[in-house]
């Protein structure tokens, strides 16, 4: 008889579908994975309520088997699947480019026209009891690493890209705009880097104290005024607001670098600021090139994503997950497969 396994289905109607399928066949450079732990992000929820940027711009399309913060078990290797055997526990990258065209041969694979996405485009999320994933984009993790820590490398990797989008060396001071689960990562990660003070800024209560807990070494309410500025300004709350906020607050000549998606196209930007202060403005998309150093990162105690988690669900209750992602009393929702939680 042939095995089923239950998976998550988004279709953009705000309802999680919870379906059964039959369990995926193992294909040339794949593995199959038996998921132990996922992290719920505000893109998953977007995704269930037809929120998110991609579907704007066409590059994702509904059905959905959501969730690209994961740990799973090895449990079976394809053909050319080398460097890996069941049992292994690994973690895996969210943007996988096609490995050939320029953009891929140039290191840029997270922007390749024909990338697939986990949990996003052209490939299921971890929101399954199993799942096929290319052996390629796969990464071991150390047995040091508890599968906490290890459920949100993912994270751990986009606030490092961002870091290093923003040029952030030793010595310099770094703000950080927005004490999400991307913005106190971003800042764990430019103080295991050295920056010289490392600020987070945020509207809640909860989550200033939340990145003072975190090792931030100071915090600001960003609704009160402030004279100060920093070097290195990291964007990383999705609030218009806070993008204002980032731009005002840099020093002349610094560097803004944003990490948010806002979901609502266009935005007033103050250009003006932008000119006369000489401000560099980017964005920085995922975590492309960053897995290594981030394992290292978290294997090393420098960085403890798992530090993040606020709450712990059955698949049963991923709706219930979703509903509590973006509270203020909320930092990170994990999802965990096989235990009573």
Request: glycine share 12%; net charge negative.
């Amino acid at each position: 008889m042939t095995q089923s396994i239950e998976v998550v289905e988004l279709r953009g109607d705000g309802d999680v579908h919870h379906v059964r399928r039959p369990e995926p066949e193992t294909g040339a450079g794949d593995l199959l994975i038996a998921v132990r732990q996922v992290g719920l992000c505000a893109t998953d929820r977007e995704i269930r309520d037809g929120e998110m940027a991609y579907f704007r711009t066409g590059l994702a399309r509904y059905p959905i088997v959501p969730g690209h913060e994961w740990v799973g078990e090895v449990m079976d290797t394809g053909a050319g699947a080398i460097g890996f055997e069941v049992g292994d526990r690994v973690v895996g990258e969210c943007s996988i480019g096609c490995g050939h065209c320029a953009v891929c041969a140039a290191g840029r694979y997270h922007m390749c026209p024909n990338r697939m996405e986990t949990g996003l485009i052209s490939l299921d999320g971890a929101l399954a009891t199993r799942m096929i994933f290319p052996a390629r984009a796969a990464r071991k993790v150390p047995s040091s690493v508890p599968d906490d820590d290890a459920c949100l490398i993912e994270p751990t990797a986009v606030g490092l890209n961002i870091v290093r989008a923003c040029g952030i060396v030793e010595g310099e001071s770094v703000l950080v705009v927005g004490a999400g689960t991307i913005g106190l990562l971003a800042a764990q990660v430019a103080v295991a880097r050295g920056a010289k003070v490392v600020s987070v800024a945020d509207v809640s209560p909860e989550r200033l104290a939340a990145a003072t807990r975190l090792g931030a070494h100071e915090v600001v309410d960003a609704a009160v005024v402030t004279a100060q500025r920093w070097n290195c300004v990291i964007e990383a709350s999705g609030n218009p607001a806070g993008l204002a906020f980032a731009l005002e607050h840099a020093v002349p000549g610094g560097t803004v670098a944003c990490v948010s998606l806002y979901g609502t196209g266009a935005l007033a930007v103050d250009m003006d600021l932008v000119v006369t202060r000489d401000l560099t403005v980017r964005g920085a998309l995922g975590s492309p090139n960053c897995w290594d150093e981030a394992i290292d990162l978290v294997a090393a105690g420098t960085v403890r994503p798992g530090r993040l988690i606020t709450t712990r669900l059955r698949p049963a209750d991923i709706a219930k997950g979703l509903d509590l992602v973006g509270r203020p009393d909320q930092l990170k929702v994990v999802i965990e497969f096989g235990k009573d939680v």
